[in-house]
């Protein structure tokens, strides 16, 4: 029960804002549009996206009170008016935009679904909506990267262990490789994130050695910090 609690937490915050860890990096809001001003972006049509924005909104609040029909309505609704907007070719700045638009939207399904006890369902959305931000920004990407925890914890969560590593092992990877160094403070939370994971599963050697990356990278930056 107390870890049920702890994802449908998640799924709300990620929902309203993003992850707690990626709202501070406006992960949801300012890259996806969710927080840019309404009517700032239109198709060729001249059509804006203040409606997806609204509509989004809109979910979010059904789904902090507790009113899932009416969220889930909502957030297939804003998901359309999202995709119906156009901006562009699908390498450009709008198209990756939307997606993470769209991404926000089945997020927010998810959440919905989680809370209903529909794991399942509440898997597949989640992963429609990294396969929406990868088909925008590729798997070797930090904004890509930045979706996946979650994932791994509905995976352990609803009893999928070997996905969860696998996407725990992902995010490292990732990461690893895309930050401009390998002392970066972003490779930091994969670390931790799977050092985490490893102990719920009582493999504490495992789980030191992990650890023991991370604390290295956090020493060489507070000696940074300090001089």
């Not at 890259?31 to 972006?41: A, F, K, R």
């Not at 925008?136 to 995976?155: E, G, I, N, R």
């Not at 994969?190 to 493999?203: I, P, T, V």
Request: hydrophobic content about 30%.
């Amino acid at each position: 029960m107390f870890q049920r609690r702890i994802i449908l937490g998640m799924l709300l915050m990620m929902s309203n804002t993003g992850l707690s860890a990626l709202a501070q990096q406006d992960m949801f809001r300012t890259p996806s549009g969710t927080s840019s001003t309404p009517g700032q972006q239109q198709d060729s049509s001249g059509a804006s996206d203040e409606n997806w924005q609204n509509l989004l909104s809109e979910a979010r609040s059904e789904l902090s009170a507790g009113r899932l029909d009416k969220a889930e309505e909502q957030f297939k609704a804003a998901e359309k008016a999202c995709e119906d907007v156009k901006l562009g070719p699908t390498d450009g700045d709008g198209f990756k935009k939307m997606s993470k638009g769209v991404a926000d939207c089945l997020i927010g399904l998810a959440a919905v679904n989680e809370r209903r006890g529909d794991a399942g369902e509440a898997d597949r959305l989640y992963e429609l909506a990294v396969r929406t931000v990868e088909k925008a920004y590729t798997s070797d990407s930090m904004d890509y990267a930045k979706y996946l925890p979650p994932l791994a914890d509905l995976y352990d969560k609803h009893g999928k262990p070997d996905k969860a590593e696998l996407v725990h092992k992902k995010i490292i990877d990732v990461r690893t490789r895309m930050a401009p160094n390998k002392d970066d403070p972003s490779i930091v939370q994969g670390y931790d994130h799977y050092a985490r994971y490893l102990r719920s599963k009582d493999r504490p050697d495992e789980a030191t050695i992990i650890e023991n990356k991370s604390n290295e990278i956090k020493y060489k930056n507070q000696n940074k910090s300090s001089e």
